[in-house]
Every structure is written in structure tokens, then in C-alpha cells.
């Protein structure tokens, strides 16, 4: 008999590590559940609650952006000289469908599976940030509803979804509609990179004991590599749409030719976001295919280092492939050589994978389930969009398929293949743990032939219709081209694909109520999460595993046994404490108990905060600015309240007794490390927009042979170096009030932060100051627009770092701190650490460019 | 490739353990090792990306120059700091690829994590794949360095 005959039947390791005593099972489950009723809705923030959300809205505007505008653009394609929708509704259509796909579908749902996931497969009980979790889900959903509510105001966006200046600059895209789409999508972004931040922690800090990097599941080395990419490209993007909001709103110069700006800036600024972006949506897809592969064909997946290499690898050249969409634009022979030669190489590490799912299923005993054909699927479909995508890498054929239906067709292939059919692998093959039943089979092998059917005739002939000369982004074209029968079947694939769609979602709804009871692992999976129950508890595990093998449910008796101090540990965690939520820190590389801290709980800040947020980006998309100020108001009261320390939940001698008896250091009142975690990813967020800001100021400087252009004086020197030693002395007054409270020193620690207040307002003063009075606005020239831009950025940076020092003042003059609980407070001089560097380098390039360049 | 034969959730196991393996990540030596295992994992990306920004930028910067057409020992001002650029990036890398080399190698050189059922004396240092995925990379990004200054030596610079 067969493992997949025996729905529920259990793993090879016994199931969930029990506590002695029921009653601690049920206290911990209502610990960690969120509170009910709508105002505990609001408040939720527990993991399960949170990615579920992520990926039902990211389905609701699949349905939304996905399906409904392709059936209509096909529609109008079917025919040659259709009149069913005109040439603007189709702009409009085409920027939309693009736009929701790209932006509020895949990632979300991608961020949906992981936050979901990854505290069950990695044995651990929550995430590391849940309030920050919470707070991505509402700034997704208010971006994505702000970019919809566009539709209301009849004011969609039509300038596709990479929205080209001078297109979608002031001159050529007056009006709301560019502005809805830098806006709202602008928000959604800030919801992927907070989520890519606590997912990166996640995955590095928060892991079963013995689970270390080598045995960590490969969902978790994808979630682990795509969320670095989120950090460095959504970033470059955030900066790239606030410099084209500043063109559109603030009549700033970055794009605009004629007063030295430069149009291919944005190009740049968008495909270093934009080329990523194809490998953040792919790699979390081969993560689910190697996860969900060696269970289904019941072998262990063939070369795992070689597959974890592949993911790294593909992380860092997507970097390195962003020109290859700008070929035809005129870049330099020896430019077009190092863009087409990375785009070439990137068939490596993602052939190795190729090869690796192939030698698994070749090497296995597969069965033919739902789940597993659609890998099948991803695989002979995103073979030939990689193909077609080595093509386009080779510069002469790319300059002839460049704009064309052959692109459309590559990237159709790349993204539905490569991405939608892992999802719907992913949905069937983990949807019986979150529900506790098993998806329809006869459905799901429906919903997986008339999508792979419906993928291949709709989009294999637009190969075809594009390198006989169809251009892409046409609302008709005329009688006679060749093109007619080709269009026809392509949306005859199209409207085989919807009913696919709606099977599948009849299958959902279906299973969900009428569904056959799952079991603890249905599929003899041999990853972590399959040892719970299905349903999983609020808190996923009572007792923690403890992790020896890569495949612990196949390799392992027991989950709960181990050396004798971690057995000690994982026990005495189970029953204590029960009066607050703990979670573990291991060390990254050897997985070893590091810390116990406290979780954050239910909160109505994240909620509170993402408003304010959204008020932010509102207020200029209706020129109410004042709003703004309202909005960050708003966000600065819903960081405080979210952060708000609360007591801690025992003493302190309490926490050292569990230290004493353990060997691992609790505290209560917050983590050092998660803290310190945090803080890196904050500066490096920080250093990536500082780095983009820099890479807009070089290229608009090589744009142009006069810098600063005539009329414009040469920078001084004065005010900068006065300023620049007023920061410095600012941040090691911050750094010694942080050595006085570690040797207890509550007065010193006092003395320190207001120095540093002192002086750092001293320096934003003063060099604020110098700022309105250079005698050069940001409309007349793009120096002016980066000089004014870039130096507010690193204003900006140091008023965070003093609105920090100023809260730690308050919890300073309160007695919060002593020299074990200090945390927020040495966080704060990390930070302006990292300040001092963005205003030496900022300064420096704004003052001192111009002379050396 | 070597390594132990593998068993799926329906074959037949042999001896398998509850845990009661010798912890060698216990060391407290580890942490650093780990760090240098990351530099190690992480060198060929890193130098191949700092590799393609300077041949980039300084492409861009030179053709947009009034360099542009200027020449050392006969190869265009790009073109020659493209190669220079590639030669110290493949030696920095295949430095580093040979330093994960020997730290595989060290660990045992296995291919394969050993499932507790197979393993036989004390457990391999638990980050020894990590070290593999480094030589992987490190040859990777090494002939990804070679491959992207390349153009310098066939194509006009600007």
C-alpha cells in the first residue's frame, strides 16, 4: 500500500511532542490565539491569521487584475479591427492587469505562504515581528485598494507597467491616473519590504533547535534569498517612484531632458527593481517545487547543496540582468556585452534546478496526484519560457523581438509556469494541513488539465504572432498581417484557462466544508510541519523539535529527544511560561539555543500605523499636503504605541533562575538579539535607497557636461564640515550614554542622549539653514532636483536617528533601562552609527562632487 | 555523484536514531567558524558583483567621457579596465573558491548530509555542505567573472 492511499496516515517520527499535561496544551493555544470579535480581528497578528490573508487577497486581485482584464484584452484581440473596447480602455487594461499581477498578487501570496509556513516548518511558535507582519497586510491591502479605488475616479493608469518617463511624466501623463499607480503601489511596496524583513529574522534566527542552515528545509533557503532581493530591489523602486512623484507633484527635473534629466534613469531605476522582481516571484516557487517534489515521488531531493547553491546563485546575478530590457535603447557595445553575458548565465544555476527536480522524480516512485502534475506542468512550461528567455538574452535576436508578442509570450510562459503552477502545487499540497482536508483529486486533475491546456494554447502562438511582427501593447491591428488565426487561438486559450480557475476555487470552497479529513501528514511528507495536527494549534508546537536530519519526519524516532540539555530546554519551555508568549532564538549557524524572549501580542498600532501611512501617500495623490503631515503623525503615534514597552512579565531574578537552570539567557522585556536583527535590516534598507539616491546623482551627473550647470555656483565647504562634526560628536555622546547605562549609570546615560539631541539638532539647523539659502530651486535644473533631494535624504535620516534618541530619553527619564534592559537604547546608537555614514558619504558627494567629478 | 543511498517514507529503515549523536555544534568555537564558512559561502557572489558595478559604471563613465575614443597600449581606456578589473576579480575569487575547497575537504568532502542511520563515528562539522555550496559558487561566479569581461576582448568598447 502506498503512502498516498493512507490519507492521514502519520509521519515515521511520532507526531507532535506532547506535554505531560493536557491542560498546558490548551493554556498555550489560548496564549497565542488571537482575541475574537471584530475589534480582535483587527488587532490579529498571529502568523497563520496573517498569511492566510496575504494570500486570499492576493488571489481576490488575481481574480480582480488577472482574469477579468485578460478575458476582455483577448476579446478585443480575437478579431482583427475589433471595436469591443477602445484604444484608451485598453491602455488602460493592459497597465492594470500588468501592474496587479507584478504588485499585489504574486508577492503577497508568495509572503502569504511564508509567514504562514515557515514557524511550523521550521519548528519554531511564531514569527519574529508578528505587529510587523500585521502591518504588511494592511499596508498591502490599503496600497492595493488605494491603486483600485483609481477606477472610481475614472482615472486608471495607462502607461504600462513599468510606466516609461517621459510617458507617465507631468507632460504626457497629466492627472491622477500615473499618480494612483506611483502612489498605491508605492504603499504595497513598503508591505513587501516589512514583510521581507521579518521573514529574513524568521528564517535566521527563529528554527528548531539542531535545525541548522544545511538541514533547513528549501522553502526556507527561498523565502530566505528572495526576501534579501525584496530588501535590495523594492527599495531601489520605492526611491525611483518617489523621484518620479517628485517630477510629477513637485515639479522637480530627474526625467526631463531638456533641464539636464535623463528619462533612461528611470529605466534603470525601475529594471534594477523590475528584473529582480521576475526571480523574487520565481524563487519561492522552486522553493514549494523542492519541498512538495521528493515527498510526492518519495525520494529525497537529488543534490540539495546543488539546489541551495542555485537559489543563492540566481539571487545574486538577477542583479546583473537589469539592462537586457533596455537593448534597444543605445547603450554602449561593451555595456550590452556584460548585461547579455550575465543574462546568458543565469541558465545555470536555474538548469542545475532543472536537472535536480528531474533526477528526484526519475530517481522516485512518483504518484500521479493533483500536486505533482502540476509540477509537472511547471516544468515543461518553465523550460521553454527559459528558453525563449536565453533568446532574448542574445542582443541581435532581442533587438528583433524587442516590444513584440514574442516577449509577451516568453514572460507568460516564465510567470504562469514558473510561478502560478508551483502556487497551485503549493495550495493542493499544504491546503490539508491549514484546513485538515484534502483538496478534491477529480477537481484538481479538471483544474490542472484546462490550465495547462489553456496556458499552452494561449500563449504558445504568441511566440509565433511576435517574431511575425505583432507588437505588443496593440488594442487592434489590421485584416491581412498573417496574425488573425494565431490571435483566435490564443483567446480561445484564455477562455480555457478561466474555467480552470473556477474549478479551482470550486474545489477550495468545496473541500474546505465537504473536503476528506486530512490526517497529520497525508502525503508521508518529512518536513517539520507534517507532525502537527491538521488544523496546527495556535502556537504550533508545545514542545519544541529538536531537529537531526534534513528530513526529520523520515529520519528521525522521535522529534523530541536529543542531547540531554536541549531534551532539559524544550521541556521546560513547554510548561513555562505560561503567562507570556515565548519563543526561541537559535544561533544562525549551528542552531543552538541563543535566547527566550517575549513575542509581541495582538495590536491595534500596526493597524493604526498603516493608516497613517496610506494618509501619507493620499494626501499627495489629492494635493491636500497638510495630509501628509497628518499621516506621519499618525505613523510616529503608531510606532510609539506598538513599541510601547510593556512591563516585563517577570523579574529579573526570575529570568535568571531559568538561565541558571537552562543555560539560556530569557528576557521578558525584549530581545538584544531580534533587536539588533532588526536594526541591521533597518540600515541596510537605509544604505540600499542611500545607495540608489547615489547612483541617480552619478548618472545624472554623467548626463551632463556641466556640473553644476552655468548659473549654479560651485557647492561650499564651510557649513558641511561644521555640520559633519556636529553629527560625529552627536553619535559618540550616543555611544557613550550606551556605556554608562551598561555599567549602571543611569545619570550618564541621561547626560549622553541629550548631548546627542543637542548636538544633533544643532546640525540639522545648521545645515538646513545652508540648504535655503543656495540661491538654486529643485525646478530650474535636475542638479537642483538631486542636490535638494539627496541632502533631505540625509536630513531625514538624522532626524529618525534623533526622534529615536528622543524616545529613549523619555523611557530614560521613566527608569526603564538598567544595565540588563537597555535594548531599544543600544539599537538607537547602532543607528547613528549608520547615520554618520550616510551624512559623511551624502555631504561629501553633494559638496565635494562637483570638484572632483 | 557519491553518497549513501537514500529511503523514502515507505522503504525500510536501518537503526534509526532518536538523537543520542555526539553534538559537535556544540563547540564554542563555532560561531566563528560559521562566520567564516559565510565569508567563504558568500566571496564569489560578492566579488562578482562588485566586478560587474566597476565594469559597468566605469563603461558607462568612459563612453560618455571625453575618453571615450582614447586608447592604453592599444585597447580602448574601457576595454583595458575591463580586463584588469576581471583579472584581479578571478584571482580574488578562485582565492576563495579554494579556501571553501579546503574547508569541504576538511569536513569530510561528503556530498550528502549522512541521515542519522547511516552515519558511522562522531558527526561531521554540521556546516560541511555549506562549505560544498561555496566551492559551487565560487566556480560559478568565477567563470561568471570571466564570461562578463569577455566583451572587453571581442566587442568595441563604445
Not at chain 1, 519526519?553 to 503567562?579: I, K, Y
Not at chain 1, 530581545?671 to 545624472?700: C, I, K, R
Not at chain 1, 551624512?839 to 561629501?844: C, E, F, Q
Request: glycine residues 12%; proline residues 7%; neutral net charge.
Amino acid at each position: 500500500m502506498t503512502v498516498l492511499d493512507e490519507p492521514g496516515r502519520p509521519g515515521t517520527a511520532e507526531p507532535t511532542p506532547t506535554v505531560e499535561q493536557p491542560e498546558t496544551h490548551a493554556e498555550l493555544d489560548r496564549l497565542w490565539a488571537d482575541p475574537p470579535g471584530l475589534w480582535g480581528r483587527l488587532r490579529a497578528v498571529q502568523n497563520d491569521a496573517i498569511g492566510k490573508r496575504l494570500l486570499f487577497t492576493g488571489f481576490f486581485f488575481l481574480i480582480l487584475g488577472g482574469s477579468v482584464d485578460s478575458v476582455v484584452m483577448r476579446t478585443q484581440l480575437a478579431r482583427p479591427e475589433s471595436d469591443l473596447v477602445s484604444a484608451g480602455l485598453y491602455n488602460e487594461l493592459f497597465t492594470n492587469h500588468g501592474s496587479v499581477t507584478m504588485f499585489l498578487v504574486i508577492l503577497p501570496i508568495f509572503e502569504g505562504f511564508a509567514i504562514m509556513l515557515l514557524p511550523l516548518l521550521l519548528g519554531t511558535r511564531e514569527m519574529p515581528f508578528p505587529r510587523l507582519g500585521a502591518f504588511a497586510y494592511y499596508t498591502f491591502l490599503f496600497g492595493g485598494l488605494l491603486y483600485y479605488s483609481s477606477t472610481l475616479f475614472q482615472a486608471v493608469p495607462n502607461a504600462g507597467w513599468f510606466a516609461y518617463t517621459p510617458l507617465s511624466g507631468p507632460d504626457y501623463s497629466p492627472g491622477l491616473p500615473l499618480d494612483f499607480w506611483v502612489l498605491g503601489l508605492g504603499v504595497a511596496e513598503v508591505g513587501a519590504i516589512a514583510a521581507g524583513a521579518e521573514i529574513i529574522i524568521g528564517i535566521l534566527k527563529m528554527r528548531a533547535p539542531g535545525m541548522t542552515l544545511s538541514r533547513m528545509p528549501m522553502f526556507a533557503w527561498a523565502m530566505l534569498v528572495t526576501s534579501f532581493m525584496i530588501m535590495f530591489a523594492f527599495t531601489t523602486l520605492i526611491v525611483g517612484s518617489l523621484l518620479l512623484e517628485l517630477d510629477r507633484g513637485f515639479d522637480m527635473r530627474f526625467f526631463d531632458p531638456e533641464l539636464g534629466g535623463s528619462t533612461l534613469l528611470w529605466q534603470h531605476l525601475f529594471w534594477i527593481f523590475g528584473h529582480p522582481e521576475v526571480y523574487i516571484q520565481f524563487l519561492p516557487a522552486a522553493g514549494i517545487v523542492s519541498m512538495a517534489l521528493p515527498v510526492l515521488a518519495r525520494r529525497r531531493l537529488v543534490g540539495y547543496t546543488w539546489v541551495v547553491g542555485s537559489l543563492v546563485a540566481i539571487g545574486f546575478l538577477s542583479f546583473g540582468l537589469w539592462a537586457h530590457h533596455m537593448f534597444a535603447v543605445g547603450l554602449p557595445p561593451l555595456v550590452l556585452g556584460f548585461f547579455a553575458a550575465a543574462s546568458i548565465l543565469i541558465a545555470l544555476p536555474a538548469g542545475v534546478q532543472i536537472f535536480a527536480w528531474v533526477a528526484t522524480i526519475s530517481a522516485g516512485r512518483p504518484k500521479i496526484t493533483t500536486p505533482f502534475l502540476f509540477i509537472l506542468g511547471f516544468l515543461f512550461i518553465f523550460v521553454i519560457g527559459g528558453i525563449t528567455g536565453v533568446m532574448v538574452a542574445a542582443v541581435p535576436f532581442d533587438l528583433q523581438a524587442h516590444d513584440s508578442y514574442f516577449v509577451v509570450g516568453h514572460l507568460h510562459y516564465v510567470l504562469i509556469g514558473g510561478v502560478g503552477f508551483p502556487i497551485f502545487a503549493g495550495v493542493y499540497y499544504w491546503f490539508p494541513k491549514f484546513t485538515g482536508k484534502m483538496l478534491g483529486e477529480r477537481l484538481g486533475k479538471l483544474n490542472f488539465w484546462l490550465l495547462f491546456i489553456g496556458v499552452n494554447v494561449a500563449f504558445f502562438p504568441m511566440h509565433i504572432v511576435g517574431l511575425m511582427g505583432m507588437p505588443r501593447r496593440i488594442y487592434t491591428y489590421p485584416k491581412g498581417q498573417g496574425w488573425d488565426l494565431w490571435n483566435m487561438i490564443s483567446t480561445i486559450g484564455v477562455y480555457i484557462i478561466v474555467p480552470g480557475i473556477g474549478v479551482f476555487m470550486l474545489n477550495v470552497l468545496h473541500s474546505w466544508f465537504r473536503g476528506r479529513p486530512a490526517g497529520n501528514n497525508p502525503w508521508g511528507g518529512d518536513t517539520l510541519e507534517w507532525a502537527v495536527p491538521s488544523p496546527p494549534a495556535e502556537h504550533g508546537w508545545s514542545v519544541l523539535p529538536i531537529v537531526h536530519s534534513r528530513h526529520p519526519l523520515w529520519d528521525q524516532d522521535s522529534l523530541s529527544q536529543g542531547e540531554a540539555r536541549l531534551e532539559h530546554f524544550v521541556r521546560g519551555l513547554a510548561g513555562w511560561p505560561l503567562r507570556w508568549r515565548a519563543a526561541v532564538i537559535v544561533r544562525t549557524g549551528d542552531a543552538q539555543p541563543e535566547e527566550v524572549f517575549r513575542v509581541g501580542g495582538p495590536s491595534i498600532w500596526p493597524l493604526v500605523t498603516a493608516i497613517g501611512m496610506v494618509a501619507i501617500f493620499a494626501s499627495e495623490l489629492f494635493h491636500q499636503r497638510w495630509g501628509a503631515g497628518v499621516g506621519a503623525l499618525v505613523v510616529v503615534i503608531g510606532v510609539i504605541g506598538w513599541n510601547w514597552p510593556q512591563d516585563a512579565p517577570m523579574t529579573e531574578e526570575e529570568e535568571l533562575a531559568f538561565e541558571a537552570e537552562h543555560g539560556v539567557p530569557v528576557h521578558g522585556g525584549g530581545s538584544e538579539v531580534v533587536a539588533q536583527w532588526g536594526m541591521a535590516l533597518a540600515m541596510l534598507f537605509v544604505g540600499v535607497a542611500f545607495s540608489a539616491f547615489l547612483l541617480a546623482y552619478f548618472y545624472l551627473r554623467l548626463d551632463n557636461d556641466a556640473w553644476p550647470p552655468p548659473g549654479i555656483p560651485m557647492p561650499s565647504l564651510l557649513v558641511p564640515v561644521l555640520s559633519t562634526v556636529l553629527v560625529l560628536a552627536a553619535a559618540l555622546a550616543m555611544h557613550r550614554g550606551v556605556r554608562r547605562i551598561r555599567a549602571g549609570d543611569q545619570g550618564g546615560l541621561k547626560v549622553g542622549l541629550v548631548t546627542t539631541l543637542v548636538l544633533g539638532a544643532a546640525a540639522v539647523v545648521v545645515q538646513g539653514r545652508q540648504a535655503t539659502r543656495l540661491g538654486f530651486s529643485v525646478s530650474e535644473h535636475a542638479y537642483g532636483s538631486i542636490f535638494h533631494t539627496l541632502g533631505a535624504f540625509v536630513l531625514a535620516t538624522v532626524v529618525a536617528a534623533l526622534v529615536m534618541a528622543l524616545l529613549a530619553l523619555f523611557w530614560a527619564w521613566r527608569g526603564y533601562y538598567t544595565p540588563r534592559r537597555h535594548v531599544t537604547v543600544s539599537t538607537t546608537a547602532r543607528f547613528w552609527t549608520a547615520t554618520v555614514a550616510v551624512w559623511v558619504v551624502g555631504l561629501g558627494t553633494l559638496h565635494l562632487g562637483p570638484y572632483l567629478t | 555523484m557519491s553518497g549513501p543511498a537514500v529511503t523514502g517514507p515507505g522503504a525500510p529503515t536501518v537503526g534509526r536514531t532518536g538523537g543520542d549523536e555526539p553534538d559537535a555544534s556544540a563547540d564554542p568555537r563555532s560561531q566563528r567558524r560559521f562566520r567564516t564558512m559565510a565569508v567563504l559561502l558568500l566571496a564569489g557572489p560578492v566579488i562578482w558583483s562588485t566586478h560587474f558595478m566597476v565594469v559597468y559604471l566605469q563603461a558607462e563613465a568612459v563612453c560618455d567621457s571625453r575618453a571615450a575614443d582614447d586608447e592604453v597600449l592599444g585597447v580602448a581606456v574601457a576595454s583595458a579596465v575591463t580586463i584588469v578589473a576581471t583579472v584581479v576579480a578571478l584571482v580574488a575569487s578562485l582565492a576563495f573558491t579554494r579556501g571553501a575547497w579546503q574547508r569541504w575537504r576538511r569536513g569530510g568532502g561528503g556530498w550528502n548530509e549522512v541521515p542519522p542511520a547511516r552515519r558511522t563515528g562522531p558527526a561531521a562539522e554540521p556546516e560541511t555542505p555549506l562549505a560544498l555550496v561555496g566551492v559551487m559558487l565560487g566556480v560559478v561566479f568565477s567563470l561568471a567573472i570571466a564570461f562578463t569581461g569577455l566583451p572587453a576582448v571581442v566587442l568595441t568598447a563604445c
